[in-house]
């Protein structure tokens, strides 16, 4: 099975879990790291997710997860908040991140620069502009390592 359809599969079977508990599916991923799997759903709610939320969340998931058993190799479940940083990788983390501030960094350099900030202003299934310095700036989604939501302190 692939790593997105395993994302899918999941993300459907937490679907109706993260209804009951009351809170939102922000993104759910499957990813390889020093040699061990992970199973990552991050959710939110208004007011952000407290511990109880992710404890709750994780057993219902985890429960869901050994009846259904699709993936095929050893993993650990990591059920937790975005955080404040969140990372935008979807089109509804666009669509809900716009008039926000944010970073991002590009794989290549332009015009010698890697890393930017400013406010997203809009986005389509290849782009996203973000202002710079009142100034719009469009960069292709492929060419973006990453992008998240700036920290302010």
């Known amino acids: 099975m692939k790593k997105s359809e395993i994302e899918a599969k999941a993300e459907a079977l937490l679907q109706p879990i993260a209804e009951k508990c009351g809170v939102s599916i922000y993104d759910v991923e499957y990813v390889k790291e020093a ?4 199973l990552r759903a991050y959710i939110d709610k208004e007011g952000g997710v407290n511990i109880n939320d992710c404890v709750d969340v994780n057993h219902a998931l985890s429960d869901a997860l ?3 058993d699709f993936i095929e190799e050893a993993y ?8 404040l940083g969140r990372q935008l990788k979807k ?6 991140s716009l008039g926000q501030d944010v ?10 620069v890697k890393e930017f900030a400013g406010t ?7 782009t996203v502009t973000v202002t710079i310095n009142g100034n719009d700036e469009e960069f292709i989604r492929k060419e973006i390592s990453v992008i998240k939501l700036a920290l302010d302190f």
Do not use: A, I, M, Q
Request: charged share 40%.
């Open 91 to 96: 089109d509804r983390h666009f669509e809900n």
């Open 76 to 83: 650990t479940l990591e059920v937790s908040s975005p955080g």
């Open 66 to 68: 050994d009846e259904d």
């Open 35 to 38: 040699g061990e799997w992970y």
């Open 120 to 126: 997203l202003k809009s986005y389509t299934d290849s």
């Open 103 to 112: 970073e991002l960094k590009l794989f290549k350099p332009r015009d010698g």
